[in-house]
Structures are given as C-alpha cells and as structure tokens.
C-alpha cells in the first residue's frame, strides 16, 4: 500500500504494510499504543475514586483556604473526567476504568493519616501532604500520557492531556501556597 501524500509504505514488525510516513505511527498495532490505553484506563479510575476521596478530605480539613483548594480541585476533577472521555472517543474506544493500585494506595495513605490526627492544624497539614503525593502522581501519569499520544501523533488527545497536565501543576502550587501561607505554620505553633 502506498501513502498518498509521501507514497512511502510502512512494514510493521509482524510483516503487514500499513499507510504512514516516518513520524507517524499505525495507532492500533502498535505496543505504545497498548500502553497508551492501559495508562489511560489506570488514570479514568484513579480520578473516579477521587471525587470520593476529595470530598473526604474536605469534611476533615478546618483552613478555609484548604477547603477552597479542595473543593475547586473536584470540580476540575470531573471536568478532567469528561476530557478523560473525549480523549478515548478521539481513539474510537469507549471509557473504561481499571483499577490503580498507586492511587489506591494514596488514598489509603490520606485516609490513614486523618484518621490519625486530630483536627486542625496538624490534620490539615496532613491531608495537603497526602493531597500533593496525589498531585505528583497525576503530573507524572498525565505527563508520560502526554507524550505517548504525541509521539502517537494523536493530536487532539495531546491537546486535551496537556489541559489537564496544567490543572494539576496548578494546583500542587495552590496546595503549597496554603502550606506555606499558614497551615504548616499553624502546625508548628500546636503541641502534641
């Protein structure tokens, strides 16, 4: 089979020709895009759980500028979610979560950690650390997402990944600001 516009073939290692010119990659057969998918399933999970892990920190935390960060972060949660679902429509799959055993884990972590402090300060120094694992874990998963779908030359899904990958950038910083404002100053001044 010849490309129309470069008239170049492409032989997978499998022996079967496809269309395609050096940069981009036949989506469906290839191992990266396995692995696109696979990390993409993981992530539609992890943020589904936390519109149920958020919540819960917020009915524990006392600083209202913790509350504001937590409540403004789940309602970029479900908008991430949405964006999650177009990403797999731009690949003609449909949504499908599978279980993350690292944001499992984390929230397990949040969890364990309120349930061990007392409320305030100290709790919600806490629940901004275990908030900021869960950042970086997102970072790092949207950011390796990312760039799987552009070296996929999946363009539409680089566009909604990067969205996101802001988002989450952002709000590390918002959860460090509120640590270093206050909270883990407040923290400091509390006895045990």
């Not at 943020?47 to 920190?57: D, G, Q, V």
């Not at 979560?97 to 806490?126: F, H, N, S, T, Y």
Request: glycine share 4%; net charge negative; aromatic share 4%.
């Amino acid at each position: 089979m010849k490309d129309q516009k470069s008239g170049s073939m492409t032989v997978s290692q499998n022996g079967k020709q496809s269309k395609g010119n050096s940069k981009h990659i036949p989506m469906k057969s290839t191992q990266l895009m396995k692995l696109f998918q696979d990390e993409l399933k993981d992530i539609y999970w992890a943020e589904k759980a936390l519109t149920k892990a958020i919540p819960k920190m917020k009915k524990n935390a006392t600083s209202t500028d913790l509350v504001d960060a937590l409540e403004n972060h789940l309602e970029e949660t479900h908008e991430q979610i949405e964006r999650l679902v177009k990403v797999f429509a731009s690949i003609d799959k449909k949504p499908i979560a599978e279980k993350c055993d690292a944001m499992e884990g984390l929230i397990k972590e949040a969890d364990g950690i309120m349930e061990e402090c007392e409320e305030g300060p100290m709790c919600d120094a806490g629940i901004i650390s275990a908030s900021q694992k869960i950042e970086h874990y997102e970072i790092a998963s949207y950011g390796t997402l990312r760039q799987f779908a552009e070296t996929l030359g999946l363009k539409e899904a680089v566009s909604l990944l990067e969205t996101t990958l802001k988002e989450e950038k952002a709000a590390d910083q918002k959860l460090t600001k509120v640590a270093t404002k206050a909270v883990n100053v407040e923290a400091t001044k509390e006895k045990v």
